[in-house]
């Protein structure tokens, strides 16, 4: 069996409800159902859609699967958290929870961090009011199967005006992990009026063979929300990680986001943003590094709807190898949102005549009062610079880690959580090594 | 320590140096002085091993070592330094990080042991005096933004620090005024002693007005055409290159 056939899923979603549906709430059973239809309505990604046409599909869609489980015997092996954690860390391995691994802070009853599970028995009517907001209605197959599957992940609440200074962290972690598994995790942030906080995303394993994550994360950002959003992909080369942001921004609101993605064989980002809400702002960043035959992807879409909002995209790649990557930023400045400003750059270094890139910029701009600018750039490190350091007695190896490391230093800077930034600096310079 | 004997190197298929010899020996200044486009700055990058240009002839001994074996980086370890005529901006990279990275890596060559934060700041204090450069140099990218007399004192301040045996200075005087010219020429002298030698390459006489040389080379056309003391220097002020060569020639 593999990804590309429809029967297979059929099957498995009525495996699913046969197991399920009596243990979850009814409201929940039919949201799935809603989202597995729309994902056959949709049907799987294909060459001709626009979304899709980039990406080697087959890398995708012709791996295999099996249901029997994430994890092997003799789990819990590479549980050390990184050193950067301290405090607030939500733990998950093979996508199921672990409360024993996790670290929690009793919070005031204006903070509300929950596993799903959890969540839906503390939190049922939020989690149903969350659920209610149809991102079941999305376009996106994957994202449509994984409302339908997805049984983990963890909710964040926070109350009006509630600011919470220390991040919290969310590792996902595999684990001795089955050969072809299949993981989903699906989560919620919902900050109310003023509500401030910063999420860490991190994924990792110990894996050798091939296994699929698909995680979704859906924020709400209501009024004068400020919401910081991390995430750093650095899963096994045998992985495919599929990462799906939504973010829905109300009144002078601001979202950041910064994404690092270093592994997976096959990795797809799609960060959707909608400034629904005028006054609202997005600043979206990330780094990505690929080698050998890796294909990474970042999808950005941001729908200004209101006037006077304002986005933000900067993103660097560096590809080695037959690496692939591509990037995608679609702006869509909708006939009313005037005054909206929109800048987006991406800058790639290639460091073979193998790897490639393909980068585009998608602007459509219905306003007539807008602000926007883009640019992409596809080099090689410069050989001018390379014999300057050279003749100071760098070596070569070493001479090509510090301009790498200066192409992305400027990303970095932006990261203010400084041991969060020091850990994936010091991956993504180990990725650069080898 | 230096012995060019019949250099030959091209560009991109063009021929620039056409049978350059020459001999520096420890505690010798020699300028070289020359038109533009005669292949001054190809000869300096030829020497510290710059990979854009090919050496079809000739040969260069280093303290007897065959230096066109070697790797940029492993010239300048053993003791080979370039000041560019045109000093590469690299932005990301804080001058002070590349200034202890590249003496700690000539350190760890000779033997000796790292030089951490304190250490390095404490030597690098003296050396940013004699060139009155001011401290906010080491924490911008290097070079970057940096003006041209700016960028000149940042080769000299490495200079001083990564401290060679053989200094090939490319046109380091250019595009000084008068103040950073001596500060450039004090750095100059503070690094030359007995030991060491020194090429200079330049157009004018101002800087010899601080340093004396010991010898002086007309260079013309991808080769050295004349030789002699510093009195060639005025000689050459005098009746500029073109009368210079022409009764050279003749
Ligand atoms: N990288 C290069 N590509 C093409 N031509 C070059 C390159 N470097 C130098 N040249 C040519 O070589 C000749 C000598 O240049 P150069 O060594 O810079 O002379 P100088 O320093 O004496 O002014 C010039 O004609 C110059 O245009
Ligand atoms: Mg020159």
């Known amino acids: ?434 | 320590m230096l012995e060019i004997k019949n250099l030959h190197a091209s560009v991109q298929k063009k021929s620039i140096l056409k049978g350059v010899n020459l001999t520096i020996k420890p505690g010798e200044i020699h300028v070289l002085m020359g038109p533009n486009g005669s292949g001054k700055t190809t000869l300096g990058k030829v020497l510290a091993g710059s990979p854009n240009y090919i050496v079809s002839k000739g040969q260069v001994l280093f303290n007897h070592h065959d230096l066109l074996m070697l790797s940029p980086e492993e010239r300048a370890r053993r003791g080979l330094f370039l000041g560019f005529q045109y000093p590469v901006e690299i932005s990301g990279v804080s001058n002070i990080y590349f200034l202890k990275a590249a003496l700690n890596i000539l350190r760890a060559q000779q033997g000796l042991k790292a030089l951490d934060a304190l250490d390095f700041k404490a030597l690098i204090q003296k050396k940013l005096e004699i060139l009155e450069m001011d401290e906010s140099f080491l924490y911008r990218s290097i070079n970057e933004g940096f003006s041209g007399g700016e960028k000149k004192r940042n080769e000299i301040l490495q200079l001083l620090i990564f401290n060679p045996t053989l200094a090939v200075l490319d046109e380091t005087d250019s595009g000084l005024d008068i103040d950073s010219l001596k500060h450039v020429a004090e750095g100059i002298n503070q690094f030359h002693h007995k030991d060491n030698g020194l090429l200079l390459i330049t157009h004018y006489q101002r800087l010899l007005n601080y340093v004396r040389p010991d010898y002086v080379h007309l260079f013309h056309d991808g080769k050295i055409k004349k030789s002699g003391d510093y009195r060639l220097v005025s000689h050459l002020e005098k009746l500029g290159y073109e009368k210079a060569l022409t009764r050279e020639l003749a």
């Open chain 1, 1 to 434: 069996m593999n990804f590309s056939d429809v029967e297979f899923w059929k099957q498995a979603f009525t495996w699913r409800s046969s197991v399920l549906d009596g243990n979850e709430p009814t409201w929940l059973s039919k949201i799935r159902k809603l989202a597995f239809l729309n994902f056959l309505k949709q049907g799987l990604p294909h060459k001709k859609l626009e979304d899709w046409k980039y990406n080697d599909l087959n890398k995708l869609l012709l791996r295999d699967i099996c249901l029997t489980g994430a994890e092997r015997e003799g789990a819990l092996s590479v549980l050390d958290r990184p050193n950067y954690v301290n405090s607030n860390c939500l733990v998950f391995v093979n996508g199921r929870y672990c409360p024993e691994l996790s670290l929690r802070n009793e919070f005031s009853a204006n903070i509300n961090v929950y596993s799903f599970s959890e969540a839906l028995k503390i939190i049922p009517s939020l989690m149903k009011f969350l659920f209610f907001k149809k991102t079941y209605q999305t376009k996106q197959a994957f994202t449509s199967l994984n409302t339908a599957f997805a049984r983990e992940g963890y909710v964040l609440h926070i109350s009006r005006e509630v600011q919470l200074n220390l991040p919290i962290y969310i590792l996902f972690i595999g684990d001795h992990v089955n050969n072809n598994s299949l993981m989903y995790t699906h989560n919620f942030i919902l900050l109310e009026k003023g509500a401030k906080a910063t999420v860490v995303e991190h994924f990792y394993d110990d894996a050798s063979e091939p296994y699929m994550h698909s995680n979704f994360t859906e924020m709400y950002l209501l009024d004068n929300a400020v919401l910081t959003h991390y995430h750093l992909g650095d899963a096994s080369l045998a992985s495919c990680h599929l990462a799906d942001w939504h973010v829905s921004q109300g009144k002078n609101s601001v979202f950041r986001s910064f994404s690092c993605a270093l592994g997976s064989d096959f990795s797809r980002h799609d960060l959707h943003v909608q400034l629904d809400a005028s006054g609202a702002q997005c600043d979206l960043s990330g780094l990505y590094h690929v080698k050998q035959t890796q294909e990474l992807d970042y999808h950005t879409s941001i729908n200004h709807v209101k006037p006077n909002c304002k986005s933000h995209e900067y993103y660097k790649g560096i590809l080695n190898d037959s690496g692939h990557g591509i990037f995608n930023g679609k702006v869509t400045v909708y006939p009313n949102a005037q005054k909206s400003q929109t800048s987006q750059l991406n800058k790639n270094i290639l460091l073979s005549d193998r790897a490639e890139i393909d980068t585009k910029p998608e602007l459509k701009i219905y306003a007539d009062d807008v602000k926007c600018t883009h640019g992409a750039t596809v080099g090689q490190l410069s050989e001018d610079e390379l014999f300057y350091l050279r003749a100071r007695g760098i070596g070569e190896d070493v001479a090509r880690r510090f301009l790498l490391k200066a192409f992305i230093s400027d990303i970095v800077d932006t990261i203010d959580i400084a041991a969060f930034r020091d850990y994936m600096l010091n991956r993504m310079m180990r990725a650069l090594e080898v």
